[in-house]
């Protein structure tokens, strides 16, 4: 499907930054420092190597397969009809992405802003925005990627200054308290929120313009996005505490409300949700359009654009029962998302390495994009 318009490598790597820290930077330093205590921030090192590694899975099957969508890599390596039902797999793990995320912003604006206003209306005014970006297509999504990753990063920047005076960095001692093995379980849960799901922006592979420097700048904005939530946990561990860290739902947003310089400039966690509303934007975006194009890939549609109005509506149903209740979310979050998430995005990709490999060295002109 190359029906949106082309990105330039260097919008993709934008995209690929926001995408990256998406709703991690929001929750998950709760989770790590529930398994890692004050060493929860080694954990989110822990994540970027294991991400590394991810990353340089999907590079090589990037350059294995030049200018195909994971749907046209899985027909090519496993043939029309075992490719087909992967690539349906693959469409429907990126619609309950796209679902949960969107929970996760009607949750935490009803929680935080709207206490009073139904779930499925906030849910429905944020997927009207997705659909729109969608449906205006890649070009303008990555112009606005542009336009608001200097806005993120001036309220990250903020953030980090105007909570300097709160610093204790004595809350993250000791360190290596908890053992090695709790960090490595954090590392791959910071994998499988930040990093594994960058497979759904395979979608966009054919419409990346410059794909050498794409793949390469890939790499770096994920390392950069790493650092970024890195250093939200510990600014999570340095000010709230392991302990508070560990049972606030929000903790990075717990951290703005700490924000008081002269008993003048306070008060300023709406204004600071920009953060988390421009990557959660993207995150759900992304998932959203990795759903539609190869739903529409598979159909052989030639646009997706016919498919984005009634998916928009079963996203927003179906936002609204992916999780019954937060108690249910936390449990799934905690035991089943990791498997749930290596099996789609680590073993498959890797399966489809090794075989569409074997299948190059026997023909040399297998790989090359038709």
Not at 318 to 343: A, C, G, H, K, R
């Amino acid at each position: 499907m190359q029906d949106n318009g082309k990105i330039s490598h260097r919008q993709f790597i934008v995209l690929v930054y926001l995408y990256s820290v998406g709703t991690t930077i929001l929750v998950i330093p709760s989770g790590l420092a529930a398994a890692s205590k004050q060493d929860a921030w080694l954990g989110a090192v822990a994540g970027i190597a294991i991400g590394a590694i991810i990353l340089f899975l999907y590079f090589a099957l990037w350059r294995l397969y030049p200018g195909k969508s994971f749907v046209g890599i899985c027909e090519a390596v496993l043939g029309r009809w075992l490719g087909f039902l992967i690539g349906l797999i693959f469409s429907f793990y990126s619609f309950i992405g796209a679902a949960t995320v969107l929970f996760y912003v009607g949750d935490f604006f009803k929680t935080q802003f709207l206490p009073q206003t139904p779930l499925v209306l906030i849910n429905a005014f944020f997927a009207f925005i997705v659909v729109m970006g969608v449906r205006l297509g890649l070009e303008t999504l990555g112009r606005s990627s542009e336009l608001m990753l200097p806005w993120f990063l001036f309220l990250f920047v903020v953030l980090l200054a105007t909570l300097a005076p709160e610093m204790k960095p004595e809350n993250m001692l000791p360190i290596f308290e908890t053992g090695w093995m709790p960090m490595i379980n954090s590392g791959f849960d910071v994998a499988g929120t930040a990093y594994f799901p960058i497979l759904f922006l395979f979608a966009l592979i054919p419409n990346v313009q410059n794909p050498g420097k794409a793949r390469i700048g890939m790499l770096l904005a994920a390392l950069l996005a790493g650092i970024s939530f890195m250093l939200m946990t510990l600014l999570c561990i340095w000010i709230l505490g392991a302990d508070i860290t560990a049972r606030s739902m929000f903790p990075s947003y717990a951290l703005v409300k700490k924000i008081n310089i002269g008993n003048f400039f306070q008060r300023i966690e709406a204004v600071m949700a920009g953060l988390w509303f421009v990557t959660t934007y993207f995150k759900t975006t992304f998932y959203y359009y990795g759903w539609t194009s190869s739903f529409s890939e598979l159909l052989r549609l030639k646009s997706s654009r016919t498919l984005t109005l009634p998916f928009g509506i079963l996203l927003v149903v179906f936002s609204i029962v992916v999780y019954p209740n937060t108690v249910y979310m936390q449990n799934w979050d905690s035991t089943v998302f990791l498997p749930y998430i290596i099996t789609m995005c680590g073993v498959i990709p890797l399966l489809l390495l090794i075989v569409g490999g074997v299948k190059r060295m026997i023909n040399p002109d297998a790989s090359q994009p038709s």
